[in-house]
C-alpha cells in the first residue's frame, strides 16, 4: 500500500547514545517532515526537507540532524540522546499542486524512549 | 498565544449525538487540516479546506477564512469515532507545505 513507512516503531536509548530514525515514502512527494509529539503539546516540527536536496530547520532542531537521501527517503539522527527527547516522532510527506492538492500523509510513529 | 486554538479539549458524548469540534487561528492561511489519531497513534487526514465546506460519510469540515475559524462536524457519533482530532493550518507565509497543529480534541463516544 502507498504511504509513509517509518522505523523502528519503538525503541529505548541510554542517555548519549546515537540512532537514526528512517523514513520512506512511495507517493512521489516532494516535502517530507519529521515532528514530535509531547503530551500537552501540539505536534512540532523537527525539520523539513522541502524538495530533495534541501532541509530546514523546524521549531525544535536542538538535538537533531537530518538527512534527505534522496526523494523518497528522509532520516533523522539523534547524536547524544537526552532524556528530554523521549517522545513519539511522526514523519510525514506532502505534495501540493498549485495548493490544490492536500496530499498529506504520516508514518505510524516511533515511540522513542531515553533512559 | 497559541497561533490555532482548539476547543474543546476534551469531550465525552453518547452514540448517536451531533459533535461539534472548533479550531480557530491568528495568522493568514492557505489551508487548513482536520486529522485524526487514533488510540494506536496513527496519524489519518480527514480534510483539507482553503474555503466553504466538505464532507466525507459522516464528517462535515467547515471554514471562515475572515472570521479566522473552522469547525469540525460529527453527525450520529459512534464509539468508533473515539480519537484526537487535530486541526492544522498551513500559513501564508511559510515555504515546504509546513503545518502549525492544534493541541487536540479528545473525543469519546460511549455507547
Known amino acids: 500500500n502507498a504511504g509513509v513507512t517509518q522505523t523502528p516503531k519503538f525503541q529505548v536509548l541510554k542517555t548519549g547514545q546515537s540512532m537514526t530514525l528512517q523514513c520512506a515514502q512511495d507517493?512521489?512527494?516532494?516535502?517530507m517532515y519529521w515532528y514530535r509529539q509531547d503530551p500537552g503539546m501540539g505536534l512540532r516540527l523537527i525539520y523539513y526537507?522541502?524538495?530533495?536536496?534541501?532541509?530546514d530547520k523546524g521549531e525544535v532542531p536542538n538535538g537533531y540532524n537530518v538527512s534527505r537521501l534522496n526523494k523518497r527517503e528522509f532520516s533523522l539522527r539523534l547524536e547524544s540522546a537526552a532524556p528530554s527527547q523521549t517522545s513519539v516522532y511522526f514523519c510525514?510527506?506532502?505534495?501540493?499542486?498549485?495548493?490544490?492538492?492536500?496530499?498529506?500523509?504520516f508514518g505510524s510513529g516511533t515511540r522513542l524512549t531515553v533512559v | 498565544k497559541n497561533e490555532v486554538e482548539q476547543s474543546p479539549q476534551n469531550l465525552t458524548a453518547q452514540e448517536g449525538e451531533f459533535i461539534t469540534i472548533n479550531c480557530s487561528y491568528s495568522?493568514?492561511?492557505?489551508?487548513l487540516h482536520w486529522l485524526q489519531q487514533h488510540p494506536g497513534g496513527g496519524i489519518v487526514s480527514l480534510f483539507m479546506l482553503s474555503s466553504g465546506k466538505k464532507k466525507h460519510g459522516r464528517l462535515i469540515a467547515t471554514i471562515n477564512i475572515q472570521e479566522k475559524h473552522s469547525s469540525l462536524h460529527i453527525t450520529a457519533s459512534h464509539p468508533r469515532d473515539s480519537a484526537v482530532y487535530i486541526c492544522a493550518v498551513r500559513s501564508e507565509e511559510t515555504s515546504g507545505s509546513r503545518l502549525t497543529f492544534g493541541e487536540g480534541t479528545q473525543l469519546t463516544v460511549n455507547p
Open positions: 526537507s522541502a524538495s530533495e536536496g534541501t532541509t
Open positions: 495568522v493568514g492561511i492557505s489551508a
Open positions: 507517493m512521489n512527494h516532494n516535502s
Open positions: 510525514a510527506s506532502s505534495d501540493f499542486f498549485g495548493g490544490l492538492s492536500g496530499g498529506y500523509t
